[in-house]
């Protein structure tokens, strides 16, 4: 079983693995081969500019170099944010503990989902039964999730099933609503007359 990760709901702490949910394995895919005409399997390639050169899969890598194009050792760079500072790592969720915040189901909805994980409590001292009882009510939690040490964790939302809990995680989408601020347009209702000569007949067009 994959290493734990213990969370934390406010009042009680549970441990609980994760694995991620393969959905390949749930929807199934489609491998599409293309082949020679003696039957051979082909290889994709790229042809470069002069037309002649081909370069096959692998072949090519990325670098990072300065100004004068000389290569740059990816450990002399620090990342910042967009206004300069110095970024702050995030740890992984493996290190330390989980804080689970109380979320609703908009969280959910507005969640824009990259990855799905289950709950897996095997060999743990802690029940699936017991950890369902926080669930009750239709309960949500949401929480950031780094899978490893980086500096920007995604937006993570748990929820449960009758027997099973899962994470989501992804990013979470905000949304702008407009709002007509134009004042309304005041229109004075015109006087009605009862005067005879007012009323149109009809019968003279």
Do not use: W
Not at 118 to 138: A, I, P, R
Not at 180 to 195: A, L, Q, V
Request: with cysteine; net charge negative; aromatic share 10%.
């Amino acid at each position: 079983m994959a290493k734990p990760i213990t969370f934390n709901t406010g009042e009680k702490s549970f441990q609980a693995a994760i694995n991620k949910v393969d959905r390949d394995k749930v929807y199934g895919y489609i491998e599409e081969s293309i082949t020679d005409a003696n039957g051979e399997i082909c290889l994709t390639g790229n042809l470069l500019d002069d037309g002649s050169t081909i370069i096959l899969s692998g072949s090519t890598a990325l670098k990072t170099v300065d100004e004068n194009n000389n290569e740059v050792d990816k450990k002399s760079l620090k990342a910042v944010y967009m206004d300069g500072k110095d970024a702050i790592l995030i740890p992984s969720s493996y290190e330390g503990e989980v804080k689970l915040e109380a979320a609703h189901a908009d969280d959910l909805y507005n969640l824009e989902v990259t990855a799905v994980y289950q709950l897996d409590f095997e060999n743990l001292s802690v029940s699936k039964t017991d950890v369902l009882k926080y669930f009750e009510g239709e309960k949500y939690y949401r929480f950031v999730f780094n899978y490893r040490a980086d500096y920007e964790g995604a937006d993570a939302v748990m929820l449960a099933t009758e027997n099973d809990i899962f994470i989501l995680t992804g990013r979470m989408l905000s949304f702008e609503y407009l709002e007509n601020k134009t004042k309304p347009i005041s229109i004075d209702e015109e006087s009605t007359s009862t005067n005879e000569d007012d009323n149109m007949d009809f019968g003279m067009l």
